[in-house]
């Protein structure tokens, strides 16, 4: 018997006799299950938190740059990489997309992660599953828990570790991330390991005296974006 993605959250579903081996799997009783098994083939949601003592994750990997969407929070030490680090989006022009460094990751926000490991499935222990939100919290750069879906136009990691837009027949899975673009051609990645290192930060974008709002190609915008760099008062903002 397999739960691939479905979290049972009584164990009155299965029956005395299974109790044992495999049929634990994905079962949840009073907040607490004791394995969680996923795979990125499949659909997943979380309508409650609970806490799982481990956690396996089936997804295939590239050697180098991969992106991820995790229903619980992580650092960049839990994932297999050789000296790799965790970074979520700061902001893209014509030519690039810049990511921020960030070392502690929280539930549901996607993120990048260099010198990754290609290794499957990824475990986890003592982990703390949130709710599932309605949608990404970040437009541009958005996280996929609808398993094997059409990626056409969205863009995702291609060769040379860069940005490119999915063509026909282009898949996002679960547990990844892609980014939104009205831009063509191929999209180098910049890495920011310091915030220091973005000129002039605002601490808070709201108080701008004339409060207009322009992406760093120049192109205004309406309101802030829900995380990113953009410019306010002739002044780059991080938005978080």
């Known amino acids: 018997m397999r739960?691939?993605?479905t979290l049972?959250?009584?164990?009155?579903?299965?029956s005395a006799a299974a109790q044992t081996g495999e049929a634990n799997r994905n079962v949840v009783v009073d907040g607490e299950a004791r394995q969680v098994?996923?795979?990125?083939?499949?659909?997943?949601?979380?309508?409650?938190?609970?806490?799982?003592?481990e956690v396996s994750i089936s997804r295939s990997l590239i050697n180098g740059y991969n992106t991820?969407?995790?229903?619980?929070?992580?650092?960049?030490?839990?994932?297999?990489s050789s000296?790799?680090?965790?970074?979520?989006?700061?902001?893209?022009?014509?030519?690039k997309v810049g990511f921020l460094r960030k070392d502690d990751i929280e539930a549901n926000e996607p993120f990048l992660m260099t010198a990754?490991?290609?290794?499957?499935?990824l475990a986890f222990?003592?982990?703390?599953?949130?709710?599932?939100?309605?949608?990404?919290?970040?437009?541009?750069?958005?996280?996929?828990?609808?398993?094997?879906?059409?990626?056409e136009g969205l863009w995702g990691i291609g060769n040379d570790d860069k940005f490119v837009a999915g063509g026909a027949g282009a898949i996002i899975k679960s547990f990844a991330a892609s980014l939104s673009s009205l831009t063509a051609g191929a999209?180098?990645?910049?890495?920011?390991?310091?915030?220091?290192?973005?000129?002039?930060?605002?601490?808070?974008?709201?108080?701008?005296?004339?409060?207009?709002?322009?992406?760093?190609?120049?192109?205004?915008?309406?309101?802030l974006p829900a995380r990113g760099v953009v410019i306010v008062n002739k002044r780059k903002v991080i938005v978080r």
């Not at 049972?8 to 299965?14: D, E, G, Y």
């Not at 990754?116 to 499935?121: I, K």
């Not at 808070?204 to 409060?211: F, K, L």
């Open 187 to 223: 999209k180098s990645i910049v890495l920011y390991d310091d915030p220091s290192g973005i000129d002039d930060i605002e601490a808070d974008p709201t108080e701008a005296s004339d409060g207009r709002i322009f992406t760093l190609s120049g192109q205004q915008i309406g309101k």
């Open 68 to 80: 991820f969407y995790l229903p619980f929070a992580i650092n960049y030490s839990e994932l297999p």
């Open 37 to 53: 098994v996923l795979s990125s083939d499949y659909a997943f949601a979380v309508h409650e938190s609970f806490h799982a003592d």
């Open 125 to 151: 222990t003592d982990k703390t599953f949130a709710v599932t939100p309605a949608q990404s919290s970040d437009e541009l750069f958005a996280g996929n828990y609808q398993g094997t879906t059409d990626a």
């Open 83 to 95: 000296g790799g680090m965790t970074y979520v989006y700061a902001d893209q022009d014509n030519e």
């Open 116 to 121: 990754v490991t290609a290794t499957s499935p």
């Open 8 to 14: 049972l959250l009584s164990a009155a579903a299965l």
């Open 3 to 5: 739960f691939i993605n």
